[in-house]
C-alpha cells in the first residue's frame, strides 16, 4: 500500500485514517500502542500528524496488515530491527512508485 498524502506540515486524523482506508479508531489505538507515534495536539485537542508520524503509521501498517504481525510481534520487531526494517520497507516503497510510473507509461503507448 503506497499512502498518498499532499505534502503538509501536520494532516488530522481524519486525513490520516482515509490515506490509510481505516477507522480514525484504529490511528488512535496504534497511537497508544507505539510510541513511534506522537502526534501534537492543538489547543482543542485535536491530533496533528506529521510526516514523520505518517512513516511510522506507514511502516506499523505494513507490519501489522500487509506482513501479519501481531501488535507485539511489531513492536518488538521496530525495536530490534528498526533502521534494517524502515531502510527495505523504504526501498519497496520506491520500487512499488517506479512500477506504477512504468506501467502508467506503457499504458500511455
Known amino acids: 500500500m503506497h499512502i498518498d498524502l499532499p505534502e503538509k506540515l501536520y494532516y488530522s486524523i481524519g486525513e490520516v485514517a482515509k490515506a490509510f482506508g481505516v477507522n480514525t479508531s484504529l490511528i488512535r ?8 507515534i506522537k502526534p ?12 514523520q508520524d505518517i ?8 507490519l501489522v496488515k500487509e506482513r501479519g504481525f501481531t501488535l507485539e510481534g511489531a513492536k518488538t520487531h521496530l525495536k530490534e530491527e528498526k533502521k534494517k526494517t524502515l531502510t527495505n520497507f523504504e526501498i519497496i516503497r520506491k520500487l512499488e512508485g517506479i512500477k506504477a510510473e512504468l506501467i502508467k ?3 500511455q503507448l
Open 55 to 62: 512513516k511510522n503509521l506507514e511502516l506499523i501498517y505494513h
Open 40 to 51: 501534537k495536539k492543538n489547543a482543542k485537542g485535536n491530533r496533528k500528524f506529521t510526516p
Open 105 to 107: 507509461i506503457k499504458s
Open 29 to 36: 489505538f496504534w497511537e497508544k500502542e507505539f510510541d513511534e
